[in-house]
């Protein structure tokens, strides 16, 4: 019985992706709900979709999650903020 419940547990948390192409928020939803989607490609797990908020992996505080957005937004705009400093 304990089995089933952890396989049903897991395939909870699946989702193909061609319906995460569809209806993210479904993928949203399944990662907000189990800390993680698993997306599926030809019935084979090929992505996942991390809740930042609860994932073991990322572990961050606000603040750092913060500073790495802060640091991406940065490089990708550094022309432009070079040229406006000018």
Known sequence: MERDDNMN???SNIISISEASKNFAAAASIADKNGQAV???D???KYILYDIDS????DMTD???IDFVAARI?????P???ELAK
Do not use: N
């Open 80 to 82: 432009a903020f070079l």
């Open 74 to 78: 940065l490089k990708k705009y550094k």
């Open 63 to 65: 603040d750092e999650k």
């Open 39 to 41: 997306i599926t490609e």
């Open 55 to 58: 994932s073991p992996i990322i």
């Open 9 to 11: 547990s897991a395939s």
């Open 43 to 45: 019935d084979k797990p």
